[in-house]
């Protein structure tokens, strides 16, 4: 497990960036936490400085969205998913679960 944030420091509709065995980025949406591999899979872009909306995440730099509940795209230019990860809040604190890296599926 890896200590992301305290869950009063990611408010909902934001997002924070923690660094593991690959940066991972979580996002607080529609009441739920998500997270996913923090780099974009068509170039080296960080996700959690995308845009979300509601249960996706919009790429920064070339505007690929990623679905935050799977890791699958939803529109090009990224064709592969991201990884996605459980998420566990213990004593509100935010953890995320690396040992159970879920690839993406459709
Ligand atoms: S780097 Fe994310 S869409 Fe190009």
Redesign the pocket.
Known sequence: MIRACDLADLPEGESVRVLGHVPIAVFHTEGQLYAIDDT?T??D?SLSDGWLEGCFVE?P????SFDLRNGMPTCL??KRPVRTYPVVVTDGVIYVDTTNIREGVA
């Open positions: 974009c068509h170039q872009a790429c730099l070339h505007e690929a230019p990224a």
